[in-house]
């Protein structure tokens, strides 16, 4: 066994940030994903880069709004009713963690995490490639009703923790920032700090692209077992091979359990399912990403088109997508921008990663030598892939942590 080698298991947006530190530090890496690069949520998402967001999708007041989760199929937060009982104790987890004291907590760790991600982009890109698919000119949400609602004071609160700018935004502001908007849309703010991707899934395999030109090794297999090796390291075994290497990542997105269930670490990362309608040709092009918080859904320019995307359903990992929540995503739309016309349109649905408290699980197992944790980024991983991705490289390599790495690590679930 090679005694540098790292395997990293998955080839999203989260292992290729860690392979390509490791493999600038002289490090042998193999990546391992049956899918390749960008062949799960990192692949469609609404590619909003979002290093000045610091608030966490659990919020105080969830307790009240579970029936209506349950009882709207295609609702912006649908729970399958087959599902609820599996998904019972990670949402009890989920309504504790929008206590107030929490999302403070989770608040300051998401601007520690976030805030250098487009240095980071930047650092993993290079400059070329950087301006090739990243910009930062900004997200604007915005809302229906003239007034600021409790969701949108409580945002401003947690924005002056970190003394984070934005800029609110009026009726006529918004008809001219986005001509052909709906007049029921009535109140915005711009985040001048956030930015947005013209192409996820071109951005991650231009990741892989370095990384293979780099040296580095992408395997197309599934890791199917994760076995402690006599004497230290570890073996994945594959479908159809065994690799063996001293350290081990495990980046593989909503699916991570799955490696980590049957060696005793219970993680509570459940999937919110999210779906995404891209329009090509459309009529309209907003020139900023638009976070329309009255509808739960976002609305990117992109190079293909424009994505509309979000939604949350929880439905587990084998459940088959519900393409209405895709198409739904249309009319919605259309309230936004009623006379949009577009050509064809594609329905896509991915696999958040998520655990309760909107923090990704980071670092070493210390029950387990040799294995490491990269996922769980929920709604962020565009933005916190990165960051994450260097940190977990980082502690591989034996640096010293540039920030505290409590929040972020398995021992928070135990
Ligand atoms: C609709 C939607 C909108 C979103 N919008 C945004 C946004 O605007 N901004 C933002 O920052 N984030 C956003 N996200 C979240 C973001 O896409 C994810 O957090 C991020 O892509 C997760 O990256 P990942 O690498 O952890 O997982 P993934 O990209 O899912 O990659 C995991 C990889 O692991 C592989 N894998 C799984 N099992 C194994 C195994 N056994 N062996 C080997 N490989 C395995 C899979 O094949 C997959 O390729 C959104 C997500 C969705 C679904």
Same mark, same amino acid.
Request: hydrophobic letters at 45%; aromatic letters at 6%; proline letters at 10%.
């Given at each position: 066994?090679?005694?540098?080698?790292?395997?990293?298991?998955?080839?999203?947006?989260?292992?290729?940030?860690?392979?390509?530190?490791?493999?600038?530090?002289?490090?042998?890496?193999?990546?391992?994903?049956?899918?390749?690069?960008? =062949?799960?949520?990192?692949?469609?998402?609404?590619?909003?880069?979002?290093?000045?967001?610091?608030?966490?999708?659990?919020?105080?007041?969830?307790?009240?709004?579970? +029936?209506?989760?349950?009882?709207?199929?295609?609702?912006?937060?649908?729970?399958? +009713?087959?599902?609820?009982?599996?998904?019972?104790?990670?949402?009890?987890?989920?309504?504790?963690?929008?206590?107030?004291?929490?999302?403070?907590?989770?608040?300051?760790?998401?601007?520690?995490?976030?805030?250098?991600?487009?240095?980071?982009?930047?650092?993993?890109?290079?400059?070329?490639?950087?301006?090739?698919?990243?910009?930062?000119?900004?997200?604007?949400?915005?809302?229906?009703?003239?007034?600021?609602?409790?969701?949108?004071?409580?945002?401003?609160?947690?924005?002056?923790?970190?003394?984070?700018?934005?800029?609110?935004?009026?009726?006529?502001?918004?008809?001219?920032?986005?001509?052909?908007?709906?007049?029921?849309?009535?109140?915005?703010?711009?985040?001048?700090?956030?930015?947005?991707?013209?192409?996820?899934?071109?951005?991650?395999?231009?990741?892989?692209?370095?990384?293979?030109?780099?040296? =580095?090794?992408?395997?197309?297999?599934?890791?199917?077992?994760?076995?402690?090796?006599?004497?230290?390291?570890?073996?994945?075994?594959?479908?159809?091979?065994?690799?063996?290497?001293?350290?081990?990542?495990?980046?593989?997105?909503?699916?991570?359990?799955?490696?980590?269930?049957?060696?005793?670490?219970?993680?509570?990362?459940?999937?919110?399912?999210?779906?995404?309608?891209?329009?090509?040709?459309?009529?309209?092009?907003?020139?900023?990403?638009?976070?329309?918080?009255?509808?739960?859904?976002?609305?990117?320019?992109?190079?293909?088109?424009?994505?509309?995307?979000?939604?949350?359903?929880?439905?587990?990992?084998?459940?088959?997508?519900?393409?209405?929540?895709?198409?739904?995503?249309?009319?919605?739309?259309?309230?936004?921008?009623?006379?949009?016309?577009? =050509?064809?349109?594609?329905?896509?649905?991915?696999?958040?990663?998520?655990?309760?408290?909107?923090?990704?699980?980071?670092?070493?197992?210390?029950?387990?030598?040799?294995?490491?944790?990269?996922?769980?980024?929920?709604?962020?991983?565009?933005?916190?892939?990165?960051?994450?991705?260097?940190?977990?490289?980082?502690?591989?390599?034996?640096?010293?942590?540039?920030?505290?790495?409590?929040?972020?690590?398995?021992?928070?679930?135990?």
């Amino acid at each position: 066994m090679e005694p540098g080698r790292v395997i990293i298991l998955g080839a999203g947006v989260a292992g290729l940030s860690t392979a390509l530190p490791l493999l600038r530090a002289g490090r042998a890496v193999v990546v391992i994903d049956p899918l390749g690069p960008a =062949g799960g949520a990192s692949f469609g998402n609404t590619g909003l880069l979002s290093a000045d967001t610091v608030v966490p999708i659990a919020l105080p007041g969830m307790l009240r709004k579970v +029936p209506r989760w349950l009882a709207d199929p295609l609702g912006p937060l649908v729970v399958r +009713p087959t599902y609820l009982p599996r998904a019972t104790p990670w949402l009890a987890r989920w309504i504790r963690a929008g206590r107030m004291d929490h999302v403070r907590a989770i608040s300051d760790a998401m601007r520690a995490l976030h805030a250098p991600a487009f240095d980071d982009w930047r650092n993993l890109l290079g400059a070329t490639s950087y301006s090739e698919f990243i910009r930062r000119g900004g997200q604007v949400q915005i809302w229906d009703e003239p007034g600021e609602t409790p969701g949108a004071a409580l945002e401003r609160a947690l924005r002056a923790r970190h003394a984070i700018k934005a800029e609110l935004l009026g009726a006529d502001d918004l008809r001219q920032f986005f001509p052909g908007i709906a007049r029921r849309v009535s109140r915005g703010l711009l985040i001048p700090g956030n930015g947005h991707m013209i192409s996820p899934p071109r951005a991650v395999r231009r990741l892989a692209e370095l990384f293979q030109a780099g040296g =580095g090794i992408i395997l197309p297999e599934r890791a199917m077992k994760l076995i402690p090796q006599e004497g230290g390291g570890w073996m994945v075994m594959t479908n159809t091979d065994n690799h063996r290497a001293r350290q081990v990542v495990v980046a593989g997105g909503a699916w991570s359990r799955l490696l980590l269930d049957p060696l005793g670490i219970r993680i509570p990362l459940e999937t919110e399912r999210g779906y995404h309608l891209m329009l090509a040709e459309p009529s309209v092009v907003p020139r900023l990403p638009i976070l329309y918080k009255s509808g739960n859904f976002g609305v990117t320019p992109m190079e293909e088109g424009l994505r509309v995307a979000g939604t949350v359903e929880i439905a587990g990992l084998d459940a088959a997508p519900d393409e209405r929540r895709a198409q739904q995503l249309l009319n919605q739309l259309r309230c936004l921008f009623p006379d949009i016309q577009a =050509g064809a349109q594609r329905l896509w649905m991915g696999f958040r990663p998520s655990t309760p408290d909107s923090l990704p699980v980071l670092g070493p197992v210390p029950s387990h030598p040799g294995l490491h944790l990269c996922f769980g980024h929920g709604h962020f991983g565009m933005t916190g892939g990165p960051p994450s991705g260097r940190l977990v490289a980082g502690a591989i390599l034996g640096d010293r942590p540039p920030i505290d790495m409590a929040p972020y690590a398995l021992s928070r679930f135990q």
